[in-house]
């Protein structure tokens, strides 16, 4: 029978994958069982208020109070029909994750006993607590109050036994103290700016929706090893561990075949996941051993986000049904790939035009070259921003690590885009184009190859890509809340087309034509922005020189990133847009500043705990056993018989001994260094200090602690190691 280094080792061979837990039915007849949509609303609710509720989602008008009493009634019965007990407005503070209340329907009766009651009121507005979210100051604790709003556009869902109404989280003063608030404020931005410029190519546009595809990357870790790694259990990641000998360097872990006990919890939780209508449709193994991906058919952003949040909960909890646990964390282990989320984004109009797929003819492929181009520039202009909405301090480890979209944001658009933005570069003069010019160019532009979609080179290095229909935003990373990214990128191209409305219709009012005035913009647009395209490697040496040449920032540390949203153009910007206000925008900015420093401080604690009574009692206690060698050595034998056998021992004992002393000094440098950050009042500046004086000691500890790992006997050795952790399930 094989030994177990561990009692954990053994309960993972011991596990019989789960049963495939399925509906017998198809998934279209069960699609969506668990949500309150339109159709069971028509069920559920007069013609009046469902009427109220499809304004209110179509074109965002309000549902007046008698109007949502009488949703609350509807939504209470089906919800009582289908096991609910309980409600909950459910909601993304600035934290990772969402957070719930639940509160049961019960209310004391007349009658004696009690009732299940509902009303519009409890439905539209509920004032949680909530006065231990983050707000970054905005509220002060004698105004702690904050309320949560109902958001009738991604519909209420059961999980489990409660009602879940999605909503967003204000201050009782009325600012956003959470992710939704301000997406659908971008969202209004960019549907307004973007139908503006639609307007010019089809005056039948009366709207604009942006879309969100997330791929969800994640990995699979055994329960009971997961348990076995405190730091696991408390920071997401491993702060310690030797590379495995063999991880993925044979590359054969992308797309092989998936593993059962894997397939099995894939299988349970895509089956929730349909209950709840999220459209989930693509699985398969990543690059990195016990690492997987998720991704749904795209939606509307807003819900496409909630599904997002949802999902992500749902996969914790499902995986526990399976002994799983489910690592989000960007950079889980050292050495191998990390995890992110690419934003696939685009724009599409109400009458069901795809802004960023190429059209039938030169109109609308002038129009979509239109969103291309502001879209590139907007990037161009806003590299600092879209860098400052992705960085954290488990995303910090992945970017720049030469498999993640390195810091340098830059876009690839692939051969034939490019090549149609240099065609115009080119063809638009100084002066105003004659007729045949402009014919000429039109029908170049007519010929946009239908192809692009399929020729659309693949670059899995670029942090912004475009993929033939949409672009896919590659930096976001896996345990994020994708709002963080969009409202940024939504913002910026809203900015950016509002800008070049303008400009155009100054030009078309001093007597320019449209389609001139508009080549003649896109022309500079297209210099302008030139310099953040690029369809090369991004993970080369070369780039980072060949971008610093073109005067791309360049930067790799949370402190310094996050201050560009401070910048006072970013704070005109978001403010002109009514996106964030100015001290909306402080408030974020500190709840991330604050997020860096406590993630680093308990890294930093485990790390210190973990070194100081984990590893050094064992090595110790090694090398205790070897000093005893020698001393029997001795015993035994004399002279260059004893010094031959005993000077690789005595070598060793010293080398545990460097380690030993040196974790110990350098824990001891890494607490005194984080009581001196403690003291700092202002936040930019400890979040400095952290990064600078404490971060750095995590690899320096971690170095010792993993050359220990490779001469300690294996028996002794107390964490579950890397080839452990990714390779046994
Ligand atoms: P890949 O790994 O090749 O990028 P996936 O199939 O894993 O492709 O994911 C692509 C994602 O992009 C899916 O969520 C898909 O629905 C989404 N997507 C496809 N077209 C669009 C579009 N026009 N706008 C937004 N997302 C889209
Ligand atoms: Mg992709």
Redesign the pocket.
Known sequence: MAVFRFKALEEVMNREPRPIVREENLTSDYYGSLVFDKPKMKKYLSREAYQSVVDAIESGTTIDRKMADQVAQGMKAWALENGATHYTHWFHPLTDGTAEKHDAFVEISNLGGVIEAFSGKLLAQQEPDASSFPSGGIRQTFEARGYTAWDPSSPAFISETTLSIPTIFISYTGEALDYKTPLLRSLRAIDLAATGIAQYFDKTVVSVQA?????QEYFLIDEALFMARPDLVLTGRTLMGHSSAKDQQLEDHYFSSIPTRVNRFMIDLENEAYKLGVPV??RHDEVAPNQF?L????EEMNLANDHNQLIMDLMHKVARRHKFRVLFHEKPFTGINGSGK?N???L?TNTGV?L??PGKNPKSNLQFLTFIVNTIKAVHDNQDLLRASIYNASNQHRLGANEAPPSIISVFLGTEVSKMLDLMETAVGENKMTPDEKTALKLNIGRIPEIILDSTDRNRTSPFAF?G??F?YRAVGSSANCASALIVLNSVVANQLNKFKAEVDGLIDKGTKKDEAIFQVLKRLIVESKPIRFNGNGYSEEWVEEAARRGLSNVRNVPEALAAYLRPESIRMFKKLGVLDERELHGRVEVEYEKFVKKVQIESRVLGDLAINHIVPVAVRYQTMLLQNVKNLQEVFSGEEYEELASGRKQLIKEIGAHISLIKSKVHDMTEARKKANVLEDNVEKAEAYDQTVFPFLDEIRYHIDKLELVIDNEMWPLPKYRELLFVR
Do not use: C, M, Q, V
């Not at 879309?211 to 791929?215: D, V």
């Not at 991704?295 to 795209?298: F, K, R």
């Open positions: 879309n969100l595809g997330w791929e449709k693509t991906e991704a749904p058919i795209y690419h696939n984004w685009s599409s795809n960023y797929s993929t229909n949409r896919e």
